[in-house]
């Protein structure tokens, strides 16, 4: 089946069967592979990207689902070589260790700022529930989406 | 993972997915967010020949006050659910255990329809929809129909629709001076509930659904009639087990969720106020 998206700004159209999971259009047919794919049950969170603005799970939805909608990845959050606020916020709060979770991590961020512009740190932790960290590095993450609200009002 | 191979349609309105339906029968599956069918397909519990996705019928997506109830489409994620000033003041239990639903990634997609038509015993929504006394609208060939909820959960993911039928509308009373309680115990944030309690009291009377501790969601009948008769919160809590036949699993074996179930739902009424 046919499917148009658009991804970071730029229009893909290619033939995808229908039991294609959107993460894997996005890294293995558009070559996109900045997202990972984790646990792959929807519990872990590390292929979150924004559809229309917001995250999901590329594990948990078809490519099919995707035809005609808005996506971003994480490819496409910078600004050529500047940083987004939230990546830079992670940079400089050490927010990572492994750096396998990440990616998903920074666009579930993005997305919670979205929403809740001036989250507490428990509305962070919750707001986090989606994402897992194996390196349980969360202090850290916590602290770098509260510096990036608070960097950012 | 990925799933069986399928032939998928994507209805453009419910009249298309209801054609759909009675052409393929029971080898038909409908998709709406998808967050309950395709975790089971891509693990191969489920292997439907055709999926009928109807998440683009946006005329199923609302939330409306229909003067005794809440009429909520379908296809409305929860999401839009828990964050609806009306949903909030006229049925605040709801508003909040649609909160503890997966987590925000699954409540951006997620629909309050397709969470309930699911049936699952261990799913938030359902033990609502029972303390709550929702009623539930199908259209299938032979038009509309109501479902009370009661009659809706029939077994292990199955519920009273009909292969050819459509749910269309969830009709929640609206009860703005209710007090209500929920309650869900997990070991990890986003996990299913080992066990939840949905609880309402309005007008001296109560409502008590319970998540999973059973097949199918249920009622916590004895609660609600040791309420009626006047029982405190703890005294009645002590049959919230009464007649369920609690799952075992490797989180929790029967007399674990019994216990949790008295416990919680002695908190949730509690937290109602009683």
Redesign the interface.
């Known amino acids: ?1 046919e499917v148009t998206v658009t991804i970071n700004g730029d229009s893909h159209s290619h033939d995808v ?5 959107l993460v ?1 259009y996005i890294r293995d047919v558009v070559g996109l592979t900045g997202t990972n794919i984790g646990c ?4 872990c ?1 590390a292929c ?1 990207i924004h ?1 229309n603005g ?4 590329s594990c ?3 490519a ?2 995707a035809d005609g909608q808005d996506l971003l990845t994480i490819e496409g959050l910078a600004d050529g070589d500047v940083l987004h606020p939230m990546q830079e916020s992670f940079r400089q709060c050490h927010a990572l260790q492994c750096g396998y979770c990440t990616p998903g991590m920074v666009m ?1 961020a993005v ?2 700022l979205d ?1 809740n512009p001036d989250p507490t740190e428990r509305e962070v932790r ?2 986090l ?3 897992l960290c194996r390196c349980t590095g969360y202090h850290n993450i916590v602290k770098a989406v509260l510096h990036c609200a608070e960097a950012s009002s | ?8 349609i ?1 209805a453009g309105s419910a009249e298309e997915a209801l054609a759909a339906l009675a052409e393929h029968g029971d080898e038909a599956k409908l ?1 709406a967010g ?2 309950s069918l ?2 089971l397909m ?1 693990l191969r519990l489920a292997t439907p020949a055709v ?1 009928v ?1 109807i ?1 683009r019928l946006d005329d199923l997506s609302y939330i409306n006050d229909a003067g005794d109830h809440l009429a909520i489409g379908v296809l409305t994620r929860h ?1 839009d659910v828990e964050t609806s000033e009306l949903v909030q003041s006229q049925a605040g239990l709801l508003a909040e255990a649609t909160s503890h639903v ?5 409540r ?2 997620g629909t309050i329809g397709g969470s309930i038509a699911h049936g699952d015993p261990a799913s938030d929504l359902p033990s609502v929809m029972l303390a709550m006394r929702a009623t539930l609208v199908a259209r299938g060939p032979g038009g509309e129909r109501e479902i009370a909820i009661d009659d809706f959960f029939t077994g292990f993911l199955e519920t009273a629709l009909g292969d050819d039928e459509l749910l269309t509308e969830i009709r929640v009373p609206k009860m703005p001076d209710a007090t209500w309680g929920f309650q869900k115990f997990n070991r990890r ?2 996990d299913w509930a080992i066990v939840g309690v949905s609880a309402i009291v309005a007008n001296g009377n109560s409502g008590v659904g319970l998540v999973n501790m059973d097949s199918i969601p249920v009622r916590a009948a004895g609660v609600e009639a040791a309420l009626a008769g006047g029982a405190s919160a703890s005294d009645a809590a002590e049959a919230a087990a009464e007649g369920t036949n609690p799952p075992s699993d490797l989180n929790a074996g029967p007399e674990y969720r019994e216990h949790l179930a008295r416990v919680l739902t002695r908190r949730a009424l509690e937290a109602a106020g009683r």
């Open positions: 089946m069967e229908p039991r294609t999971l894997h792959d049950t929807s519990s969170g979150t559809v917001e995250s999901v799970k948990t939805m078809l099919v689902q579930a997305s919670l929403e919750i707001g529930e989606g994402n | 993972m990925i799933p069986a191979a399928f032939d998928y994507r998709l998808g967050h395709l975790p891509k999926l996705d998440g999401r997966g987590d925000p990634q699954v951006h997609r944030a986003q």
